[in-house]
């Protein structure tokens, strides 16, 4: 059972499935609607903001975690409108890593960021979609790929590749998506192989966004979007971008 005071829905996989469509119909037709709102109105939607601009709210929200000087808010602001619509200013691409959360090393609140996490940040199909639905359907205009220092799968995925180690489970599909940036980090003789690897694997990630055809590409020549990467330090809590 839940013991979240927030609000939080246990449903099942197969729910998600289900409801899946019904969510993109849901907030396809928030969006347009929002879109006819903006139009009347001539304001424009909160995250209607350049990329650069997406960018710095992130940098200037993590030097204000590194810094310690983060604002105490309170999430119940605001849940009322959320519930009708979104309009995050980034999508991340993160680890799972229970150390590594996106909103609070922003510092952004309930509805700014679109999280899509798996354990060694790695796009696969469904990272990739995802990524495509922030674009396409939510307008946000920035993606981020967020590595982070003593990453568990990265270095898993080094010693796979240079111990031939063997994991249990589903592991080494898991690994085999990062073993890629491992051979291109080997191959520049690092001192540090999986800090280099942490990094290697943040640059093949964006690039495989940059290269996603037509969506992201589009959204890119359109100039609506920027893709960048960057390394969460868990020691010092800072973002150091690639
Ligand atoms: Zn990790």
Same mark, same amino acid.
């Given at each position: ?23 993109? /119909?849901?907030? &396809?037709? @928030?969006?347009?609607?929002?879109? #006819?709102?903006? !139009?009347? +109105?001539? $304001? ?35 849940? /009322?409108?959320? &519930?009708? @619509?979104?309009?995050?200013?980034? #999508?991340?691409? !993160?680890? +799972?890593? $229970? ?144």
């Amino acid at each position: 059972m839940c013991n979240c005071e927030r609000d939080c829905t246990h449903i099942s996989r197969r729910s998600v499935m289900a409801g899946g469509a019904a969510l993109i /119909a849901t907030n &396809a037709f @928030a969006f347009r609607r929002a879109r #006819a709102e903006q !139009s009347q +109105s001539s $304001s424009p939607l909160p995250n209607a903001i350049p990329p650069a601009e997406a960018l710095d709210r992130l940098m200037q929200g993590n030097a204000r975690y590194v810094a310690g000087e983060t604002e105490c808010k309170d999430f119940s602001i605001g849940r /009322a409108e959320r &519930a009708g @619509a979104q309009y995050p200013i980034v #999508a991340v691409l !993160s680890c +799972s890593d $229970s150390r590594v959360s996106p909103e609070l090393l922003f510092e952004q609140g309930p509805g700014d960021i679109f999280v899509v996490r798996v354990a060694g940040n790695f796009v696969n199909t469904d990272g990739l979609a995802s990524m495509e639905y922030a674009v396409k359907i939510l307008g946000v205009p920035l993606l981020m790929v967020l590595g982070h220092t003593n990453c568990g799968a990265i270095s898993a995925a080094v010693k796979v590749v240079t111990e031939h180690a063997e994991l249990p489970g589903h592991l080494p599909e898991l690994v085999e998506s990062i073993e890629p940036a491992v051979i291109t980090a080997h191959a520049k003789h690092p001192s540090d192989l999986v800090a280099a690897t942490i990094e290697e694997n943040v640059r093949l990630n964006v690039k495989r966004l940059i290269d996603d055809t037509p969506i992201l590409a589009d959204a890119l020549a359109a100039k609506k979007i920027a893709i960048s990467g960057g390394v969460y330090d868990i020691a010092t809590g800072k973002v150091g971008l690639i």
